[in-house]
Nanobody
Framework: QAQLVVSGGGFVQPGGSLRLTCVAS?????????MAWYRQAPQRQREEVAR????????KYADSVKGRFTISRGNETDTVYLQMNSLEPNDTGIYYC??????????WGQGTQVTVAS
C-alpha cells in the first residue's frame, strides 16, 4: 500500500487554528487526480471535509467548514494542506488524507487527531 504521510493534528481551543499536511511520498501512486481530507468524529460516519482537483485546481468544501477551512496543494504536487481557522468543538475528530490517482485507485493516510476544546 502506498504511503501518505500526515502531520499537523493536535489540541486547540475554540477559535484557534491548525494546519494539516499530507505528503504522497510514494512514487507508485503516479499521477494524482484528486486529494482530499476526511474526518470522523466519535460515533459518526467519516465525512469529506474538502477536496482539490488537479485538473483546473478546483476545490470543494463541506458546508460546515466553508469560509473557515482552506485546502491547497504545495509546490510539490504530491503535498496537500488543510488550513483550519476558527475551529469549533464540532470540528473535533480524526482527520484522514485521501488520494485518488489518474487510474482511479484510492489511497488513505493514517489519521491525525484534532481536538477542539476549552
Amino acid at each position: 500500500q502506498a504511503q501518505l504521510v500526515v502531520s499537523g493534528g493536535g489540541f486547540v481551543q475554540p477559535g484557534g487554528s491548525l494546519r494539516l499536511t499530507c505528503v504522497a511520498s510514494d512514487d507508485s501512486i503516479g499521477r494524482i487526480s484528486t486529494m482530499a481530507w476526511y474526518r470522523q468524529a466519535p460515533q459518526r460516519q467519516r465525512e469529506e471535509v474538502a477536496r482539490i482537483f488537479s485538473r483546473h485546481d478546483s476545490k470543494k468544501y463541506a458546508d460546515s467548514v466553508k469560509g473557515r477551512f482552506t485546502i491547497s496543494r504545495g509546490n510539490e504536487t504530491d503535498t496537500v494542506y488543510l488550513q483550519m481557522n476558527s475551529l469549533e468543538p464540532n470540528d473535533t475528530g480524526i482527520y484522514y488524507c485521501h488520494v485518488v490517482n489518474a487510474w482511479g485507485l484510492h489511497y488513505w493516510g493514517q489519521g491525525t487527531q484534532v481536538t477542539v476544546a476549552s
